[in-house]
């Protein structure tokens, strides 16, 4: 019976052929325009590191005075990144196997070879646990040691495609860098590191660059490489470098591994303590313990990093979907019923409402299976023209197959849904009128 | 082979109560052709549309074939009406954008038959009416008779029990009206039960039962047998 | 009216399809229009600077221990200022429209209730010049006040410079040079004195609340510096090319960033989120528009044949052609109306919906109206056909037995 209802399916898509295009074509292009603006949202919304994202926190610590610097909705809202006192204190006390500050910094780089120009690439500074922390993958060497960061090691982990350009494929490890006028040894190679959304470090956006190589937090203090970021001051941060890197400015950020709850409760705690020690000093003015940690999930939310014009985009495309799926309802149903009569004779030999019903409900999933082929090609476009419109897009927000596979599921499903109405009214026509009708 | 008892159809609206047909009963015999005759709105249409389990009787009962038909789910009486009744209309009602094979395959779909079975039906039913050759006309290129012709194959496909055919010549010149007819009179001999609606006195003639309905009611049962008894 | 609304009563479904539908569009298309206003006034709105004499670029010391700031910033100048087309240069920490910047809450005293936001830029006396900027009052600084600074280094300036904007919340009543701001301690009178006032520059943050508030301090980078300079506009685009690489090859002591951006590029790429949303927004509601008529088209052609037989009798009883026209224009009219009643409540539903979640202002009643205006000459033009086959429906069809 069911390939009987697929034949009939194909026939009424080939009656009134302008009907089923019009249907077809509204209901590709609110599937696609739907599906390129979900696509958008989930890979925005999606996981930077789900293997470890319930584990990892970022530590927010209440060192500020005044209006919080960083959230224009909450003026309590502690600011989200650490004074370089706080985030040394932290690193040396606070309770975890693994945590660790970081902050954005970048150095010209020199090649021996005189004929490539000195050039700029973004830099982490920050220790040796991050390695770990984010489990990054070492194709040569490994991170520096302990000791390195204690004493300030001129030494540096590069990303794959830095080491290329500047080693080609051969091992580096040993080997020299120029970062401006220093020289660093290069004791490791990760892969390269660039999860998107960058969740541990959103100032320079959601969709920030990947740093090209790490080095050791106090080395970077040592050298006064200067900070690229966000830094909020609620006093003047002094004249100079030491005078910054001591003073109440906010611009590290700050990431901690914490297995359960328990973990967390005393980290928390710690983080308390800390607070009230420092108000004790004079310091932390605010009494209210506003510190806090907060997992992947949390922090990219707390950070609002979806863009609000994708969320306006999907809201209208699920708006223009719903036009596009009233249309089609509507369509289904003058079509369907335009063919009264030979339903009436259908009834009359012997078909039954329930398959008058579901013969119809086949045909409206062939015509949302042909949305959906339609839908696919123009999700592909809008991606493309996407693209075009937010560079930042590319590579970004690409089709993948399980969307695809929603979208087939969802303009099908959507179409019957729509098919309901229309197939339950013609299962219903009365036949012996149909049949007196001509 | 039909036996109604007491059927009662009514038609309500919210203002007013049509009654189609009152108190009617009427029993039909295996192999018998039976001409339901009366004028326009006399009840005929409803007759047949109850007997084919078009619609439903408001009150009575009506058994089909040794079986009470009149309180089944629509479900099974879709499936009486598929394989045991057949039907001819007066305006053919084959479907037009299938062509004859297509147009008579349509009940033996839904009997989910397979198809070399319902191959074998079709090519015997369309040569019974002597239609083999157009096959794979569609209904636009034949005339009324030759439609006429392929609805009834269409209605004898399923070897139906009962035949019920509406004004079956009333789209039909006279000379058509007449083949029709005979071919009818063949089904029937071949021993399929006809019940056939008509205003044509003529053709009611030929029946071997005549059924009259006036205001709903059967008022007047001719014997057509007894007729014959007495003319002989 | 009386059989328009027996025949939509009859035809139930249809007639409630088609509202919802009408419905959605004007929601939808009233609130994009709204967004899509707002976003163009965003964009049109003057940076202050001559942006299509413009182009900036970025040098950074390698050794910054070593490297000469100020003597390197006096030779790079004239080394600019020596290129045909290039008619003025200053270097700075950042740009209007670049996204990146300093800002500060500047007051004239403890407890101001004035206290306003405003960007800083780092400034000297060719600034305005360069960036076609115009001193409104006061005096412009002077060579000999601008001082390098060490990176990191927050000095407080000892003059400044204010927009028109920001003097005009500071200094309601006008006389703004002359006067101190507060010091670092919020004290009166103890901060920079402005000098001058100047006309509009805007901030670096095309989004900001402040955005036409900013401040000029007298201090040049002594590390990374943005190099702004002035050309002829006909000669930016090559430029942009020569001047760097020239810059680049002179002094290998610092690094100069592979390519310039013109302030036209910084422009497109601070507006470019709006761009898309103008671009996305008009694409959806023009289909929705499409797709919304052609969906009357198909009900009101559906209509037409399902009352052939009616219309036939209507004509066969003495309704002319225009009458038939005209009762599915009514028709259509009525079906409107109660789309765009409830398309009103959708829209500000939708509009209040969205600004909870974002910073969207309220839709102006204005759109709604282009909006219902527009849903109903597109309820007529799409009914205009199928009403006028209606009309030509023969009479005779009523005669015509079942």
């Known amino acids: 019976?069911?390939?009987?209802?697929?034949?009939?399916?194909?026939?009424?898509?080939?009656?009134?052929?302008?009907?089923?295009?019009?249907?077809?074509?509204?209901?590709?292009?609110?599937?696609?325009?739907?599906?390129?603006?979900?696509?958008?949202?989930?890979?925005?919304?999606?996981?930077?590191?789900?293997?470890?994202?319930?584990?990892?926190?970022?530590?927010?610590?209440?060192?500020?005075?005044?209006?919080?610097?960083?959230?224009?909705?909450?003026?309590?809202?502690?600011?989200?990144?650490?004074?370089?006192?706080?985030?040394?204190?932290?690193?040396?006390?606070?309770?975890?196997?693994?945590?660790?500050?970081?902050?954005?910094?970048g150095a010209a780089l020199q090649s021996d070879n005189a004929e490539i120009a000195p050039f700029f690439r973004p830099m982490r500074a920050t220790q040796n646990v991050f390695f770990e922390l984010f489990e990054l993958q070492f194709i040569y060497g490994a991170a520096w040691r302990d000791s390195d960061d204690a004493a300030k090691a001129r030494v540096t982990v590069l990303t794959q495609p830095l080491s290329e350009m500047l080693f080609g494929a051969s091992n580096p490890v040993g080997k020299q860098v120029q970062y401006g006028a220093e020289r660093f040894t290069v004791v490791g190679v990760v892969k390269e590191f660039a999860p998107k959304p960058k969740f541990y470090d959103l100032n320079q956006g959601t969709l920030g660059d990947a740093d090209a190589a790490y080095l050791p937090i106090a080395t970077a203090i040592d050298l006064s490489m200067n900070q690229s970021g966000n830094t909020s001051c609620f006093e003047s941060s002094g004249n100079g470098w030491s005078d910054f890197i001591a003073s109440e400015c906010i611009w590290l950020q700050y990431w901690v591994e914490l297995e359960t709850a328990a973990e967390t409760s005393a980290y928390l705690s710690f983080l308390n303590a800390y607070a009230d020690e420092q108000h004790k000093l004079g310091r932390f003015v605010d009494t209210t313990r506003n510190n806090h940690v907060v997992d992947v999930k949390q922090w990219l939310k707390q950070n609002k990093v979806v863009p609000q014009d994708s969320k306006i985009f999907v809201y209208v495309s699920i708006g223009f979907l719903l036009v596009c799926l009233i249309n089609a309802l509507g369509l289904m149903l003058a079509k369907f019923l335009r063919r009264a009569n030979e339903l009436g004779v259908r009834r009359a030999l012997g078909a039954s409402k329930r398959s008058v019903f579901v013969q119809h409900l086949f045909e409206a999933g062939a015509i949302g299976t042909a949305g959906a082929a339609l839908g696919v090609v123009l999700t592909i476009l809008g991606l493309k023209g996407m693209h075009l419109l937010y560079a930042k897009l590319e590579n970004f927000a690409v089709l993948d197959l399980k969307t695809l596979a929603i979208l087939v599921l969802v303009s099908v499903s959507a179409t019957v849904l729509a098919g309901l109405l229309p197939a339950w009214r013609v299962s219903q026509l009365p036949p012996a009128r149909a049949l007196k009708a001509n | 082979m039909l036996k109604m008892s007491n059927i009662k159809k009514y038609y309500r609206t919210a203002l007013v109560e049509t009654h189609a047909l009152r108190n009617f009963s009427l029993h039909v015999k295996a192999g018998e052709f039976v001409a339901v005759t009366g004028p326009s709105g006399s009840g005929k249409t409803t007759f047949l549309n109850l007997a084919g389990l078009l619609e439903e009787p408001s009150e009575g009962s009506y058994e089909l074939d040794g079986v009470r038909v009149d309180q089944m789910n629509d479900d099974a009486r879709s499936k009486v009406r598929n394989e045991k009744l057949g039907f001819i209309f007066q305006s053919f009602n084959l479907i037009p954008d299938l062509n004859l094979f297509d147009n008579v395959d349509v009940p033996l779909r839904y009997r989910r038959m397979p198809s070399a079975e319902r191959k074998k039906r079709i090519e015997e039913a369309l040569e019974r009416v002597g239609l083999s050759a157009r096959m794979k006309h569609y209904p636009a290129e034949l005339s009324g008779g030759q439609q006429q012709r392929a609805a009834i194959a269409r209605a004898l496909a399923g070897s139906p029990k009962l035949l019920l055919a509406d004004e079956p010549t009333g789209n039909l010149d006279s000379a058509r009206a007449r083949a029709t007819m005979g071919l009818l009179e063949e089904i029937n001999a071949a021993g399929t039960t006809i019940i056939m609606v008509t205003h044509d006195p003529e053709l009611a003639r030929r029946a071997q039962r005549n059924v009259h309905v006036v205001d709903g009611e059967l008022v007047d049962i001719d014997r057509s047998e007894n007729l014959f008894r007495a003319a002989a | 009216m009386g059989p328009t609304i027996r025949a939509l009563l009859k035809s139930k479904t249809g007639a409630i399809l088609i509202i919802l539908e009408v419905a959605i569009t004007l929601a939808i298309v009233s609130n994009a229009l709204s967004m899509i206003s707002t976003r163009s006034a965003a964009m049109a709105r003057p940076s202050g600077v001559e942006e299509e004499r413009l182009f900036t670029f970025r040098s950074s010391p390698i050794d910054r221990n070593t490297y000469p700031a100020e003597a390197a910033f006096a030779a790079d100048r004239a080394r600019l200022l020596a290129l045909p087309g290039v008619e003025n240069a200053y270097a700075t920490d950042q740009l209007p429209l670049s996204g990146s910047g300093s800002s500060t809450s500047v007051k004239l005293g403890p407890d101001d209730p004035r206290e306003s936001q405003t960007a800083t830029y780092y400034a000297d006396e060719n600034t305005l010049a360069t960036l076609g900027v115009k001193l409104l009052s006061g005096r412009n600084f002077d060579a000999r006040e601008i001082r390098t600074l060490k990176p990191r280094a927050d000095e407080t300036p000892s003059v400044v410079l204010i927009s028109k904007a920001l003097s005009d919340s500071l200094f309601p009543d006008g006389a703004a040079v002359g006067k101190r701001l507060a010091g670092r301690d919020d004290s009166a009178g103890t901060g920079p004195e402005i000098v001058g006032v100047y006309g509009k520059l805007q901030s670096p943050w095309n989004g900001d609340e402040y955005i036409e508030n900013t401040l000029l301090m007298p201090f040049r980078p002594g590390g990374r510096v943005a190099w702004v300079v002035r050309a002829q506009p006909e000669a930016v685009l090559g430029l942009q090319i020569s001047a760097r690489d020239m810059l680049a090859n002179a002094d290998r002591s610092r690094m100069v960033s592979p390519t310039a951006q013109s302030m036209l590029e910084i422009r497109a790429e601070s507006y470019r989120d709006d761009r898309a949303m103008i671009v996305l927004m008009s694409i959806l509601s023009s289909l929705l528009i499409v797709i919304t008529a052609f969906g009357i088209v198909g009900m009101a052609s559906f209509w037409v044949t399902q009352r052939t037989k009616q219309i036939g009798m209507r004509r066969a009883l003495g309704a002319t052609r225009s009458a038939i026209v005209r009762e599915f224009q009514l028709e259509n009219a009525l079906l409107t109306t109660a789309g765009a009643a409830l398309g009103i409540a959708l829209a500000y539903g939708a509009n209040y919906w969205f600004a909870r979640q974002a910073n969207i202002p309220m839709l102006p009643l204005s759109y709604v109206l282009i909006g219902i205006v527009l849903v109903f000459a597109l309820g007529q033009l799409a009914v205009l056909r199928p009403a006028q086959r209606a009309s030509r429906v023969s009479p005779a069809i009523a005669t015509r037995s079942v």
């Open chain 1, 1 to 105: 019976m069911t390939r009987y209802y697929l034949q009939l399916a194909v026939r009424g898509l080939l009656q009134h052929r302008a009907l089923t295009a019009l249907m077809v074509f509204a209901i590709g292009l609110g599937i696609a325009a739907t599906m390129t603006g979900l696509t958008i949202l989930a890979r925005y919304g999606s996981d930077p590191i789900p293997q470890k994202s319930k584990q990892l926190f970022a530590v927010q610590l209440d060192a500020w005075k005044g209006d919080s610097p960083t959230n224009e909705f909450d003026f309590n809202a502690p600011p989200d990144q650490l004074t370089y006192k706080d985030a040394t204190a932290l690193m040396q006390r606070a309770p975890a196997k693994r945590q660790t500050a970081m902050y954005l910094t």
